[in-house]
C-alpha cells in the first residue's frame, strides 16, 4: 500500500464549482456546448424575417415578446455546411458581448454537467482556427465535445456591423 495521497475525484468529491453546467446541442455530426449561464431561453425556429445586405450566416431577425433581435446561422457560422430545417431545428437565445442573439442549431440535446477537470484547451493545430471559437475539449467517454465560448461567435467588427443593421428594422 502507497503512504502517497491521491486527490478524490470521485464525483460525491466534486463540488459545485469543480463543473460547467452546459447546454448540449447538435451541429451536423458534431456536439457542441455552451455555458448554460449564457443561454436565455430555447424556442422553435418561426417567423425570421430577412434583413437585405447581412453577412450569409445571419438568417434574419424576430420578434421576441416585442424586442427584435438577430438570428445567426451556426452551421453557416462554422462553415460546415447547410440543412433543411427540420422538426428539431431550434434557436438558443443567448447574449453575446452585451446583445441578445438568436443562434439557430439542428438539436438541442441535454442539459448536463461537465467537470472542469475533463475540459481540455483546444488543440494548437485548430486554436489559430475553429479554435478561437472553443473554451475546450470536453471528453466524455469515448466521445468529445466542443464547447463554445459564445462571446467569440461574433467578432467586434460584426457586432458593430449587425447593430448598423438592425437598429433600422
Not at 133 to 153: F, I, S, T
Amino acid at each position: 500500500m502507497s503512504s502517497h495521497a491521491t486527490a478524490d475525484t470521485s464525483p460525491m468529491s466534486l463540488k459545485m464549482q469543480d463543473y460547467l453546467q452546459v447546454v448540449s446541442f447538435r451541429l451536423g455530426a458534431e456536439e457542441y456546448a455552451i455555458e448554460i449561464t449564457k443561454v436565455k431561453e430555447i424556442i422553435l425556429v418561426e417567423g425570421i424575417t430577412k434583413v437585405p445586405q447581412m453577412p450569409g450566416y445571419i438568417e434574419g431577425i424576430i420578434n421576441l415578446r416585442g424586442t427584435v433581435i438577430p438570428v445567426l446561422d451556426l452551421r453557416k457560422r462554422f462553415a460546415v455546411g447547410e440543412s433543411a430545417f427540420t422538426e428539431h431545428t431550434r434557436i438558443v437565445v443567448t447574449r453575446l458581448q452585451g446583445r441578445i442573439i438568436g443562434m439557430i442549431v439542428d438539436a438541442v440535446s441535454r442539459v448536463m454537467k461537465i467537470p472542469k477537470a475533463d475540459i481540455q484547451p483546444p488543440p494548437e493545430t485548430i486554436a489559430c482556427m475553429a479554435g478561437e471559437y472553443l473554451v475546450g475539449v470536453a471528453k466524455l467517454g469515448e466521445r468529445m465535445q466542443l464547447v463554445l465560448d459564445v462571446e467569440r461567435v461574433l467578432q467586434a467588427n460584426e457586432a458593430a456591423q449587425l447593430d448598423g443593421k438592425t437598429v433600422h428594422a
